[in-house]
């Protein structure tokens, strides 16, 4: 699919530039709003750029073995191939929301009678003697919160039982891998800035593997298109990773500099982004420098 030409956006206008010229400077503190009321616009140049955007939505499948306390539960016992980490069904996140389950892989489970915490003797020892509280010695003062005055602690690994449920878990994990570039421009605005703002969005393309741009009319958006699709295509398929859908954007980010005088001195800003932002960092009606900094 191939994005449309931008030929068809709308350069902006002196009104709206000077529109959101003078609301920048009334929220600002230390300026005066008088250069942005009484300049004239002498000139608008044009430098708009574009923002690329890949998503890819991946979804990790890991394997551990856990364990558990054994109340006497029934215990998979059949004696039956455990399945694969990819045969277990899982239900899947909305696409590029990112989400993490654990599900116990059927016929994995089994009972070990001696607690590996305590021995099987279901309390826990320090470095005394066994089956005191290490807390109060075992001199069951009433004062103890932990052993409640017992002398004894039950095994938190066992939680007392003596006997503990070990089985395979598999850990499943939807991760959004987003990769974005935003071409340079030549307006004088610090690239930084351009993260900020919305674009207006012009090119959206989903599927399982989406396919490189082409003939945009930027060749920087096409190589990156294809630098990026390259990368994750390499690093985030795997025996334990798949890539379950992708998700392409174009933005254009409107940028215009704009040459106006005040008081016989020609000073500039630049209105940027889909909201009409401003930076103008020689505002001439400052009283100090705490706002233009900011």
Known sequence: MDPPSPDSIQPLSKRDAQQAFIKYASEKCCYSTKPAEEGVITLMETFDTYRYCLETFTETRTMERSQKPYFGEKIDTEQRTPPGKWEIPVNAPDFFHEGRHEVEVPHTSSVKTVCCGCGGSGLTFNSLDWNLCVFCNGCRMTICGVCNGAAEVRCFVCLGRGRIRVFTVLIVSWHNNRDQHTVEQFSGLKMSK??????????????????????????????????????????????????????????????????????????????????????????PAACCSCCSLM
């Open 194 to 283: 351009l993260d900020k703002v919305p674009g207006r969005m012009m090119f959206t393309d989903t599927g399982d593997m989406v396919h490189p741009v082409r003939n945009f009319s930027d060749p920087a958006v096409v190589q990156t298109s294809e630098s990026f699709l390259r990368k994750h295509q390499k690093n985030l398929q795997s025996s334990k990773t798949c890539i379950l859908k992708q998700r392409q954007t174009i933005e254009l980010l409107p940028i215009s500099k704009v040459t106006y005088e005040w008081r016989e001195e020609s000073h500039v800003f630049v209105v940027y982004g889909r909201n009409f932002k401003v930076s103008a960092e020689d505002y």
